[in-house]
């Protein structure tokens, strides 16, 4: 049986792979699926070429949440090297149901600051992920290197004017993070917030799903 034009592949980027389905969400206005996070934290990591900081796809964040034999988590976590990062972002999801894929409602941000050991959560919601973002946090402590380490939820964290846009402000921020941590070589507490509160605007954000379109479009080229 022939394959739809929704599932037809567009661009293989990676480890991710962009179909047409893909570009119909972006095109919206729709909410995000994992792929399209995926690939833009992968050209994040790209454009930031660096060992120290680590961009986790939303499927490994998702397991690392809902894993149900935690006792394995050291194992499926070795590979991402985590004591090591000074950095690390991930995509938080308010799905907790292991079997439904690419649930959820919401897209919220947690990140991990090393030099500072703190974790900072950026909901564009009023804090609707709080509690399954502190979940997460409460899981990764033990496998960071960060003994001690404190959650921050930043109440300044811009906040979206539509209800699809959540995954867009996971991607904004994450860009003005990586940005914030290449550009700074000396690390305080006030970190990226100031950074994020004045680049991350509504138009700015509305105007990421253009923007990425044009990377696919730009990155097929090169194919």
Known sequence: MPKSSADEKILSYNDVVLRQSDLTILNGPYYLNDRIIEFYFSYLSSSHPSQHILLVPPSI????????????????????????????????NNNDDVTAVEGGSHWSLLAFEKATNVFVHHDSYGGMNKNDAKRLYRTLVPYTGGSGSRYVECESSPQQVTGYDCGLYVLAIAKEICDWFDGNSTKNEDLWFAKVEERV???????????????????????
């Not at 509305?206 to 730009?218: A, D, H, Y």
């Open 61 to 92: 964040t998702f397991w690392i949440m809902n894993c149900p034999d935690i006792s394995s988590l050291n194992d499926f976590l070795q590979p991402l090297n985590l004591p090591s990062k000074q950095l690390i972002i991930f995509p938080v």
């Open 201 to 223: 605007t509504p138009e700015r954000v509305s105007g990421l799903r253009v923007e990425i379109l044009e990377l696919i479009t730009s990155l097929r080229g090169r194919k």
